[in-house]
């Protein structure tokens, strides 16, 4: 593949070398480097890179969780709305408050609690684990 960069100017890129790089991780960012230290399991997830206000999911005995960064402590629960099973993790977080982004039922993430319906049920909360760079999402007994 021939790509003109000025008129008198060629650069040659092969395509090969090109997938190579996008497929191999970078080990310049914080997260990459832990990566390649910790071979995450499937209800753990990297600390770094995940800032305040933000969400991410993992898996519990085969349930899908969303874990809530909330100023800086980390809270999960189960990731469907409680009303008609609507993704959280694609809802807004506002402070500890998760609104649901269907019909914006809105739960406390920290204990669960249903805050405004139309849901009624409070979600199933989950314990979270952080040693180091690791956090890791537990089911509460």
């Known amino acids: 593949l021939r ?5 008198r100017d060629t650069v040659d890129v092969s395509l090969a070398d090109l997938f190579a790089k996008a497929d191999a991780p970078s080990t310049d960012r914080p997260e990459n480097i832990a990566s390649a230290l910790h071979e995450l399991a499937a209800n753990e997830f990297h600390v770094a890179g ?3 206000g933000q969400i ?3 898996a519990v005995d085969g349930a899908t969780v969303a874990v ?4 800086g402590a980390f809270y999960a629960t189960h990731n469907e709305c409680t009303h008609v099973g609507a993704p959280l993790s694609e809802g807004d977080l506002e402070g500890s ?4 982004p269907w019909h914006a039922s809105c739960f406390d993430v920290t204990t669960g609690a249903v805050l405004k319906g139309p849901a009624k ?4 909360v989950y314990r ?3 040693d180091g760079e690791v956090g890791r999402v537990e089911p509460k007994e």
Request: charged share 10%; aromatic share 8%; with cysteine.
């Open 3 to 7: 790509i003109p960069v000025l008129v």
């Open 50 to 52: 995940f800032g305040p």
């Open 56 to 58: 991410k999911l993992v």
């Open 68 to 71: 809530y960064n909330v100023d």
């Open 97 to 100: 408050t998760i609104v649901c």
């Open 121 to 124: 049920v409070p979600l199933r």
């Open 128 to 130: 979270v684990v952080v």
